[in-house]
């Protein structure tokens, strides 16, 4: 039993100024009357923002850890935290005119939105296994209920209630394996128990029992197929303004738990989860992108493209080598922005009564609003990845750690899906540029949100003129 | 066999039967007097791994406590059992498959094979892990207390876990309120402190007429 050290706090920082912000908002949002719920908006935003100045001030140059050493704090942490900051921030923006829109304008979401973005900064900086899971079920669990916001909605209850049982059982699984490596090394610190996988004299078949958990509970919360199931019907039972969180930050988070999950902790496995991991891809790219084209409904689609970008993400994990992992740190970041644009687009398109969920109500788009057009064939170009955009390079940088590797029919299976891919991104582009309006496609939304859409599609296209800085953060990460 | 193992095996099996009888009731309000069952055999063993403050605050709470709370939601809401039993037959024989599957594999992987006992001294230390079978933990002296050393623990080495957790409890309270809490408009409910702060102008309007002639 170790001496806490009161010392190591300052490196929690952002953790605790995020925990006690969100409970003052929760106050201040008690006292305040519905004219006046924006105060809660800009209160959450301000808080966002000094959360990414407190985080820039950590060291990031060394490896520290608190409590313990059941938190960590390395360059991977740091970068990813900044990442989900920013997305989340982008996402409260979008969010609130269709809040207002749909009469869900609450303080809750902002505040649910802190505490599941406080789960995610658990999550990324643990060291621990029990950590790990405290996090993961800390975001899960106000996700689910961020999903549930819109009660009255039939069909948002269901995609809560799904979301919910299928979340549920992803963190049995996880469980299960997690109390095996327990009974196999005596501890839950991820070094520990990293260690006693390598020199254990148990059977290997043990240790695969265990892996093969929390490969499952992993892969659950990626949305991995053959474990997608939810994710369909959760982006679009959600309300947008839900969906468009839900779809983002929380998959940085989710290949942080990876990271420390299959190489933090069973790093020594690798040769075992590389082919779990292969299978898991190809699945995931092969009917990720297939049936996306099936989809008549946008946010559907886009679940689809994320079960596809899923299999990129996984891809870049399995090559094993330093550069695999930053290339899929990087594609997960990148895919975070991209798909918060998508939704952003979707958002500022609806109105009152109208969700603009459907493909043919983005016809004609150019003629109306070309500048956000243009931000929507931004992201559409990105996503399917076409140069000189972000999307390009991320999915570059991962065919190029898997070809290192010697995985040559891997790379050319997801080129392959890509091509297939790219057939329903550019079907939007087409509806928006070629064909012509059927109704008046009406913007109501305030300056702030397609200020924050601007800079959204803006930043795809600087990222993909000047993919260094970005890229340099996530090599540093595992130099 | 021992005493010991006698109680074991006695409290183990009525546990399990317990369980599955949880499952397989009709009744809900046998279920869940079943999963009460369930918790004190758990208790029991509890109480024989000398996790006695575990033992008691799963009786304590889980019994005392939620399993009420449970038996009051099943019996305030009417709930139908038969529609939620349609489709089970279809998925019986999948699930029974899956169930086996992982019930073999537990065996062989869980079971004695690897997690067994031998008759040596535990070694804690660098080479805890080195071992393959696990000695028989020391029986703790007499002096030793289970809740102190839980608490301990608690604020010691597990602070952190122990914080999140705090904060999860915290996200499902704000999450049950936001969910289930509704204003209702169509009461007729009086609130005393708007009734005595009327005024005469919002209830009493003077209106201006004309003299009939």
């Given at each position: 039993m170790n001496g806490f050290d009161s010392n190591e706090l300052i490196l929690l920082i952002p953790e605790i100024f995020v925990l006690a912000t969100a409970c003052l908002i929760l106050v201040i949002d008690l006292f305040l009357s519905e004219q006046h719920r924006n105060v809660t908006f800009y209160l959450t935003q301000l808080s966002l923002f000094f959360t990414f100045l407190l985080t820039l001030e950590l060291p990031s140059d060394t490896v520290l850890y608190a409590f313990n050493s059941s938190f960590i704090l390395d360059t991977m942490a740091i970068v990813l935290k900044c990442a989900v900051y920013v997305v989340t921030a982008g996402a409260f923006c979008y969010a609130r005119p269709y809040l207002k829109q749909i009469d869900l304008h609450k303080g809750e979401f902002y505040v649910l939105g802190l505490f599941a973005m406080l789960g995610m900064m658990v999550l990324i900086s643990a060291n621990h296994l029990l950590v790990l899971y405290l996090g993961l079920e800390l975001m899960s669990l106000s996700l689910y209920t961020l999903v549930a916001l819109?009660?009255?909605?039939a069909q948002s209850t269901e995609a809560a209630m799904k979301y919910f049982v299928l979340g549920a059982i992803a963190s049995g699984m996880l469980l299960y394996g997690i109390s095996i490596l327990y009974g196999i090394s005596?501890?839950?610190d991820i070094p520990l128990v990293a260690d006693s996988v390598t020199h254990s004299l148990f059977d290997r078949i043990v240790l695969l029992f265990a892996l093969s958990f929390i490969v499952v509970g992993v892969a659950f919360k990626l949305g991995a197929?053959?474990?997608?199931?939810w994710v369909p019907d959760v982006y679009q039972g959600a309300p947008t303004a839900v969906t468009v969180f839900v779809g983002s930050a929380p998959k940085i988070a989710a290949f942080a738990m990876a990271m420390r999950l299959l190489v933090g902790t069973l790093g020594d496995l690798h040769a075992e989860w590389q082919g779990m991991l292969i299978v898991l891809a190809v699945l995931s790219l092969g009917l990720g992108n297939v049936v996306a084209i099936a989809q008549s409904n946008i946010k559907r689609m886009l679940a689809y493209s994320t079960i596809g970008h899923i299999g990129f993400i996984l891809m870049g994990v399995l090559s094993g080598t330093a550069a695999g992992f930053s290339a899929a740190m990087f594609y997960s970041i990148v895919y975070a922005l991209m798909t918060l644009g998508a939704f952003g687009v979707v958002i500022l398109m609806s109105r009152a009564g109208f969700e603009?969920?459907?493909?043919?109500?983005?016809?004609?788009l150019n003629e109306k609003h070309p500048w956000f057009a243009f931000m929507m064939l931004v992201f559409m170009f990105s996503l399917a990845g076409v140069p000189p955009l972000v999307g390009f390079h991320a999915k570059l940088a991962v065919l190029r750690a898997v070809l290192e590797v010697d995985l040559v029919w891997l790379a050319i299976v997801a080129v392959l899906f890509s091509v297939v891919g790219a057939f329903y991104y550019l079907r939007i582009i087409k509806l928006m540029y070629f064909d012509s309006a059927?109704?008046?496609?009406l913007i109501d939304k305030p300056l702030d949100m397609k200020v924050a859409l601007s800079l959204n599609g803006l930043l795809v296209l600087g990222l993909g003129i000047m993919p260094g800085v970005l890229m340099g953060w996530c090599f540093s990460a595992f130099a | 066999m021992s005493f010991v193992q006698v109680i074991f095996y006695l409290f183990a099996v009525m546990m399990l039967v317990a369980a599955l009888r949880v499952i397989t009731v009709r009744n809900p309000v046998h279920a869940a007097l079943f999963l009460v069952l369930t918790f004190i055999c758990t208790s029991v063993l509890w109480l024989m791994l000398e996790a006695e403050f575990l033992a008691i605050v799963l009786v304590l709470v889980y019994v005392g406590a939620v399993m009420v709370l449970f038996l009051f939601v099943v019996m305030l809401l009417n709930i139908n059992i038969e529609s939620l039993r349609e489709g089970f037959v279809q998925y019986v024989p999948v699930g029974i498959l899956i169930a086996l599957a992982l019930f073999v594999q537990m065996i062989i992987i869980v079971g004695p094979n690897h997690f067994g006992l031998q008759d040596s001294v535990l070694t804690i230390g660098p080479n805890y892990f080195a071992q393959k079978n696990f000695a028989y933990p020391a029986p703790a002296a007499a002096e030793y207390s289970n809740t102190e050393m839980l608490g301990r623990a608690i604020f010691t080495d597990y602070l952190y876990p122990f914080e999140i957790a705090a904060v999860i409890l915290l996200v499902a309270i704000i999450a049950a309120i936001s969910l289930a809490l509704r204003k209702r408009t169509d009461t007729k409910r009086q609130n005393p402190a708007q009734q005595i702060q009327v005024r005469k102008q919002d209830r009493l309007r003077i209106v201006k007429m004309e003299a009939e002639e």
């Amino acid at each position: 039993m170790n001496g806490f050290d009161s010392n190591e706090l300052i490196l929690l920082i952002p953790e605790i100024f995020v925990l006690a912000t969100a409970c003052l908002i929760l106050v201040i949002d008690l006292f305040l009357s519905e004219q006046h719920r924006n105060v809660t908006f800009y209160l959450t935003q301000l808080s966002l923002f000094f959360t990414f100045l407190l985080t820039l001030e950590l060291p990031s140059d060394t490896v520290l850890y608190a409590f313990n050493s059941s938190f960590i704090l390395d360059t991977m942490a740091i970068v990813l935290k900044c990442a989900v900051y920013v997305v989340t921030a982008g996402a409260f923006c979008y969010a609130r005119p269709y809040l207002k829109q749909i009469d869900l304008h609450k303080g809750e979401f902002y505040v649910l939105g802190l505490f599941a973005m406080l789960g995610m900064m658990v999550l990324i900086s643990a060291n621990h296994l029990l950590v790990l899971y405290l996090g993961l079920e800390l975001m899960s669990l106000s996700l689910y209920t961020l999903v549930a916001l819109n009660r009255d909605s039939a069909q948002s209850t269901e995609a809560a209630m799904k979301y919910f049982v299928l979340g549920a059982i992803a963190s049995g699984m996880l469980l299960y394996g997690i109390s095996i490596l327990y009974g196999i090394s005596g501890s839950l610190d991820i070094p520990l128990v990293a260690d006693s996988v390598t020199h254990s004299l148990f059977d290997r078949i043990v240790l695969l029992f265990a892996l093969s958990f929390i490969v499952v509970g992993v892969a659950f919360k990626l949305g991995a197929v053959p474990f997608h199931m939810w994710v369909p019907d959760v982006y679009q039972g959600a309300p947008t303004a839900v969906t468009v969180f839900v779809g983002s930050a929380p998959k940085i988070a989710a290949f942080a738990m990876a990271m420390r999950l299959l190489v933090g902790t069973l790093g020594d496995l690798h040769a075992e989860w590389q082919g779990m991991l292969i299978v898991l891809a190809v699945l995931s790219l092969g009917l990720g992108n297939v049936v996306a084209i099936a989809q008549s409904n946008i946010k559907r689609m886009l679940a689809y493209s994320t079960i596809g970008h899923i299999g990129f993400i996984l891809m870049g994990v399995l090559s094993g080598t330093a550069a695999g992992f930053s290339a899929a740190m990087f594609y997960s970041i990148v895919y975070a922005l991209m798909t918060l644009g998508a939704f952003g687009v979707v958002i500022l398109m609806s109105r009152a009564g109208f969700e603009a969920e459907n493909l043919d109500d983005y016809k004609g788009l150019n003629e109306k609003h070309p500048w956000f057009a243009f931000m929507m064939l931004v992201f559409m170009f990105s996503l399917a990845g076409v140069p000189p955009l972000v999307g390009f390079h991320a999915k570059l940088a991962v065919l190029r750690a898997v070809l290192e590797v010697d995985l040559v029919w891997l790379a050319i299976v997801a080129v392959l899906f890509s091509v297939v891919g790219a057939f329903y991104y550019l079907r939007i582009i087409k509806l928006m540029y070629f064909d012509s309006a059927e109704s008046e496609l009406l913007i109501d939304k305030p300056l702030d949100m397609k200020v924050a859409l601007s800079l959204n599609g803006l930043l795809v296209l600087g990222l993909g003129i000047m993919p260094g800085v970005l890229m340099g953060w996530c090599f540093s990460a595992f130099a | 066999m021992s005493f010991v193992q006698v109680i074991f095996y006695l409290f183990a099996v009525m546990m399990l039967v317990a369980a599955l009888r949880v499952i397989t009731v009709r009744n809900p309000v046998h279920a869940a007097l079943f999963l009460v069952l369930t918790f004190i055999c758990t208790s029991v063993l509890w109480l024989m791994l000398e996790a006695e403050f575990l033992a008691i605050v799963l009786v304590l709470v889980y019994v005392g406590a939620v399993m009420v709370l449970f038996l009051f939601v099943v019996m305030l809401l009417n709930i139908n059992i038969e529609s939620l039993r349609e489709g089970f037959v279809q998925y019986v024989p999948v699930g029974i498959l899956i169930a086996l599957a992982l019930f073999v594999q537990m065996i062989i992987i869980v079971g004695p094979n690897h997690f067994g006992l031998q008759d040596s001294v535990l070694t804690i230390g660098p080479n805890y892990f080195a071992q393959k079978n696990f000695a028989y933990p020391a029986p703790a002296a007499a002096e030793y207390s289970n809740t102190e050393m839980l608490g301990r623990a608690i604020f010691t080495d597990y602070l952190y876990p122990f914080e999140i957790a705090a904060v999860i409890l915290l996200v499902a309270i704000i999450a049950a309120i936001s969910l289930a809490l509704r204003k209702r408009t169509d009461t007729k409910r009086q609130n005393p402190a708007q009734q005595i702060q009327v005024r005469k102008q919002d209830r009493l309007r003077i209106v201006k007429m004309e003299a009939e002639e």
